[in-house]
């Protein structure tokens, strides 16, 4: 846990280090506890990141504090969508995500419902997978970089 200002105790020296080495348009998978998250990390650059005593929603903020999302797509974020057994299921913490995003982007965030063995391919290809402590079903998130403008200094 790292002790600087402004940055969420959430935020672990290896989680900011891969966010700090991802480019624009790399992808970063946040999994919920279900995920099959060691063996999707094996095809990934930066591999695995633990965080399981953590919820999706808290590291969802303090990554989104730090990471622009993608404006050059139409969703820079990709959410598991259920399966036809599963229909009638309400998955509420999709829209806490939308909302988490949207604040930190200003505007509103789409996000792009992915059939579930896809959203396993496209998790394959991210360049790491943070393995969390979410409960709830159909939690994943996979999030598409963007790029600063005018960076401050």
Do not use: W
């Not at 999707?40 to 930066?46: M, Q, R, V, Y």
């Amino acid at each position: 846990m790292p002790v600087l200002k402004g940055i969420s105790s959430v935020m672990t020296p290896e989680l900011l280090k891969v966010l700090a080495e991802m480019g624009h348009s790399d992808q970063i998978v946040i999994a919920d506890a279900n995920f099959p998250a060691a063996s999707i990390a094996s095809h990934c650059p930066a591999g695995l990141i633990r965080l399981d005593g953590h919820d999706i929603p808290r590291i969802l903020h303090g990554i989104c504090k730090l990471l622009p999302l993608d404006q050059y797509v139409e969703c820079p974020a990709q959410v598991m969508a259920k399966m036809e057994c599963d229909k009638d299921m309400e998955i509420p913490i999709i829209d806490e995500y939308i909302k988490i995003m949207s604040e930190a982007e200003g505007k509103e965030v789409k996000v792009e419902y992915v059939e579930r063995f896809e959203f396993y391919e496209r998790a394959k290809k991210c360049y790491a997978v943070i393995a969390t402590g979410e409960t709830s079903q159909y939690a994943n998130i996979i999030l598409q970089k963007g790029v600063i403008k005018n960076p401050e200094y």
